[in-house]
T-cell receptor, first 113, second 107 residues
């Protein structure tokens, strides 16, 4: 089945540790996105990539890093520099065509204690 | 000014009522527009794309007004299952989401 997969679904980390969230898609999509959602809030863009080996900062990139070494994969690292990392993280992908819809993974709930 | 603005609600409406949401965007170069639905603690899913000519899918109608830079969503004959958060999305080279409008349909 084609789709976009995020893992793990729930993640707990101690404060001060870096953590990497996985996002894989087999839809042959060019563009991939990472969003953060806090309770009762909308989605805020962290990073996005429109092509392999290239990515751009979104609105809240500080404290995060990404890589796009393969078309299928766009991992997000939440570093210890991120002040409030506890949130729901959503990965999405789409074709490059601006009229194309984005498909989302099921999300990762990160809790930092 | 936020790139995409929505009334966060909540909207509490009786079953069978008609409800309308609006969303404004600031980037006049935006090229495509969508409405997504998000259920509690789930990922967003596409509800409708929005075209300049307007489009309808059953009880749902979406419209785009480029001159005024807003998009709208109309839900007719609302059902209990329509209760969710509705997110407007604008593509200007990156996908930008509104904060979402929470809708609760009351029996």
């Amino acid at each position: 089945d084609g789709g976009i997969t995020q893992s793990p679904k729930y993640l707990f980390r101690k404060e001060g540790q870096n953590v990497t969230l996985s996002c894989e898609q087999n839809l042959n999509h060019d563009a991939m996105y990472w969003y953060r959602q806090d309770p009762g809030q909308g989605l805020r863009l962290i990073y996005y990539s429109q092509i392999v080996n290239d990515f751009q900062k979104g609105d809240i990139a500080e404290g995060y890093s990404v890589s796009r070494e393969k078309k299928e994969s766009f991992p997000l690292t939440v570093t210890s520099a991120q002040k409030n990392p506890t949130a729901f993280y959503l990965c999405a992908s789409s074709f490059q065509d601006r009229g194309a819809e984005a498909f989302f993974g099921q999300g990762t709930r990160l809790t930092v204690v | 000014r936020k790139e995409v603005e929505q009334d966060p609600g909540p909207f509490n409406v009786p079953e069978g009522a008609t409800v309308a949401f609006n969303c404004t965007y600031s980037n006049s170069a935006s090229q495509s527009f969508f409405w997504y639905r998000q259920d509690c603690r789930k990922e967003p899913k596409l509800l409708m794309s929005v075209y300049s000519s307007g489009n309808e899918d059953g009880r749902f109608t979406a419209q785009l007004n480029r001159a005024s830079q807003y998009i709208s969503l109309l839900i007719r004959d609302s059902k209990l299952s329509d209760s969710a958060t509705y997110l407007c999305v604008v593509n200007s080279g990156k996908l930008t989401f509104g904060t979402g409008t929470r809708l609760t349909i009351i029996p």
